[in-house]
């Protein structure tokens, strides 16, 4: 037979309870749901659009200027990104990880 839990200290026992009741919680968890609702059904809709015969991705009429476009819309995002994730401090380093020490064979 296993035994029973111990039971929770006062001060986490009563947050569910304070957290469910609570109308600033209930509105931030219905506004995070409605944002990720509408970010699903634009993408959806974005997924329908792309298999549409007639469109036309030259966006420009010659070839060099889409290719700075490119560089414009795509690879220059895409590069601020990861290097501003890259400059983030990473908050994995804590102190109650340990590094790696294999085992010495023999």
Not at 1 to 14: F, H, K, Q, S
Not at 24 to 50: E, K
Not at 68 to 77: F, H, K, M, Q
Request: aromatic share 14%; hydrophobic share 50%; with cysteine.
């Amino acid at each position: 037979m296993a035994a029973a839990p111990a039971p929770l200290p006062a001060a986490v026992a009563g947050w569910w309870e304070d957290m469910n009741g609570s109308p600033a919680w209930q509105d931030g968890i219905f506004y995070a749901l409605a944002v990720l609702y509408g970010l699903v059904a634009a993408t959806s809709f974005m997924c329908f659009v792309a298999f549409d015969k007639e469109a036309d991705l030259d966006v420009l009429d010659h070839p060099v200027l889409n290719f700075i476009y490119y560089l414009l819309v795509e690879i220059l995002p895409s590069t601020l990104v990861l290097y501003i994730l890259r400059r983030i401090p990473s908050k994995l380093r804590l102190a109650q990880y340990q590094q790696y020490q294999p085992l010495s064979s023999g």
